[in-house]
């Protein structure tokens, strides 16, 4: 089950997470049943969506997304482990919405390229440089980490749109 914004365990950064830690392929494999349970609505889940605090996110592209999109360059899944961006492009406007806001999508402002310091599974370090909708993917679900939602880059006029909508998902 996807928590909502509703969730107060949304707004706690997750802790880092321990690469020796036992359940840790299990969790990755939790995020992406739940993803492919959803059949393409979404792209990304972070381990604090599934209630689990841990820096853990999967990216994942479906076919559904693979066959609409530029994925020139892009793996069809990124796991994210106490990922980092290291770097930012230049700011654009995107079309973005979230599996813990159902039925709210708005257009806020992402950067367009981003550099992310990931790490596998064995703790070993790698960089992921990356442009458009992979770059957004990233700067949201570690935003979700950083105990953040997209909502929070709502203007004022935003927020005053959505908020009904936001208010009434349960
Ligand atoms: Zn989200």
Not at 13 to 30: Q, R
Not at 36 to 44: H, K, Q, S, V, Y
Request: aromatic letters at 6%.
């Amino acid at each position: 089950m996807i928590l909502t914004i509703r969730n107060k365990s949304l707004r706690k950064t997750c802790e880092l997470v321990d690469f020796a830690d036992p359940t840790l392929p299990k969790l990755i494999e939790d995020l992406r049943n739940e993803l492919l349970a959803i059949n393409g609505r979404g792209i990304g889940i972070s381990a604090n969506q599934i209630g689990v605090n841990k820096q853990v996110s999967l990216i994942l592209f479906p076919d559904n997304w693979t066959s609409k999109i530029d994925i020139t360059g892009i793996k069809k899944e990124y796991v994210l482990i106490n990922p980092r961006i290291t770097n930012y492009g230049p700011k654009v406007k995107v079309d973005e919405g979230c599996l813990s806001v159902p039925g709210v999508f708005a257009i806020i402002e992402r950067s367009e390229s981003c550099e992310v310091l990931n790490h596998a599974l064995n703790g070993e370090e790698e960089i992921i440089s990356a442009k458009g909708i992979l770059a957004q993917a990233l700067q949201h679900e570690i935003d979700h980490l950083n105990a953040k939602l997209f909502t929070d880059y709502f203007s004022k006029a935003q927020q005053i749109i959505y908020e009904n909508k936001i208010r009434r998902i349960k």
